[in-house]
């Protein structure tokens, strides 16, 4: 049995990075070349892609002590995104918890940024439910990697003041074990200002919370780390039911339907009382009323370890499933 992830967890120290040249220093290695990335690492093979660069796994040519060396994620950035690169990397170092992903080391030349991180081998939460029968995944498969994506944001929300801004289900990579969730892609994530707001609006459209689209407006003078809380809310939903409530078939009405935030669990799909509940409380529209990653956490769905019920997929008349069928728009820089 998988241990629920624990919010009481403390922090680990984190250590210096291991030197892997002379030229090494506290926060990078610096290349000559990126032949001389090529000649310490040997690609595996294409993971993904993440908001600036293209993931790979890759293995250490020389021989290492660690099994858990023997693989590596290496993000890999072209020098016009290197700032956002090195700023990711740079947070990353700050956080120690068991489902963020861990960075091990970066590495750069005039051209290239490598930034490397523990490979989490068990796919990405989006596979998973596509793969699973009609599309999407039971109560009980979802808890334990949902569980895990709270876990992670009460640490960046109530430890860090950190807004991840990009929570889907691609960027929650799952270890070998399948179900123990890792939430990655920090490319769009920062710290909030001391006794402030962000005012960037970014992240995936159809996942951008009504706060940020009316911060975009200049209705209101920013967001915090409510927004993280709407995209699980979205995420979840989508795991259960393969679609996402407020998606129209123009961007603009996608965007007013989120403004709207009508938003019901629907009657006629086989949810249990405590998810409706979970779902109701997370797709709020005043972000004051929506409930925290450590109310989530704490709900009775989440700790009495979600329903045993099996929903019955409804796969598309076209053969697809339903999250198939749905529209996993870019992520955007800027609204």
């Known amino acids: 049995m998988v241990a629920m992830p624990s919010l009481l967890l403390e922090d680990a120290l984190v250590g210096p990075p291991a030197a892997a040249s002379p030229s090494s220093s506290s926060?990078?290695?610096?290349?000559?070349?990126?032949?001389?990335?090529?000649?310490?690492f040997e690609e595996e093979r294409a993971l993904g892609?993440?908001?600036?660069?293209?993931?790979?796994?890759?293995?250490?040519?020389?021989?290492?002590?660690s099994a858990s060396q023997?693989?590596?994620?290496?993000?890999?950035?072209?020098?016009?995104?290197?700032?956002?690169?090195?700023?990711?990397?740079?947070?990353?170092?700050?956080?120690?918890?068991?489902?963020?992903?861990?960075?091990?080391?970066?590495?750069?030349?005039?051209?290239?940024?490598?930034?490397l991180m523990a490979a989490e081998l068990g796919g990405d939460l989006h596979k998973r439910a596509e793969a699973a029968p009609g599309g999407v995944l039971t109560e009980a498969e979802a808890i334990l990697p949902l569980s895990g994506v709270l876990a992670a944001l009460h640490h960046l929300h109530a430890r860090h003041q950190i807004v991840h801004r990009d929570v889907k289900a691609s960027n929650v990579l799952l270890a070998a074990d399948g179900v123990t969730a890792k939430l990655g892609d920090f490319g769009l994530a920062a710290r909030l200002p001391q006794g402030g707001r962000l005012t960037t609006v970014c992240g995936t459209h159809d996942f951008l919370a009504p706060e940020m689209i009316r911060?975009?407006?200049?209705?209101?003078?920013?967001?915090?780390?409510?927004?993280?809380?709407?995209?699980?809310?979205l995420m979840l939903h989508a795991l259960l039911l393969g679609d996402n409530p407020f998606e129209r078939e123009t961007d603009i009405e996608t965007l007013q339907a989120?403004?709207?935030?009508?938003?019901?669990?629907?009657?006629?799909?086989?949810?249990?009382?405590e998810v409706r509940d979970l779902l109701s409380s997370l797709l709020v529209t005043e972000p004051a009323k929506r409930a925290t990653a450590e109310d989530a956490a704490g709900h009775a769905w989440v700790v009495g370890g979600g329903s045993a019920k099996q929903p019955a997929p409804?796969?598309?008349?076209?053969?697809?499933?339903?999250?198939?069928?749905?529209?996993?728009?870019?992520a955007i820089g800027v609204y």
């Open 49 to 65: 892609r993440g908001c600036f660069g293209t993931v790979l796994l890759v293995r250490p040519r020389a021989p290492t002590a």
């Open 70 to 115: 023997a693989t590596i994620a290496a993000k890999v950035v072209l020098a016009d995104d290197a700032s956002a690169a090195i700023d990711e990397a740079t947070l990353l170092r700050s956080l120690s918890h068991p489902n963020i992903v861990r960075l091990h080391e970066v590495y750069a030349s005039a051209s290239t940024v490598f930034v």
């Open 27 to 40: 926060s990078c290695v610096t290349l000559t070349s990126d032949a001389e990335f090529w000649s310490l």
């Open 258 to 273: 989120i403004l709207a935030g009508d938003y019901a669990p629907p009657a006629d799909r086989q949810l249990s009382f």
């Open 215 to 233: 911060t975009g407006h200049g209705e209101l003078g920013g967001y915090g780390s409510s927004v993280d809380i709407w995209a699980v809310g």
């Open 314 to 330: 409804q796969p598309a008349a076209d053969g697809r499933s339903l999250f198939q069928r749905m529209i996993w728009p870019r």
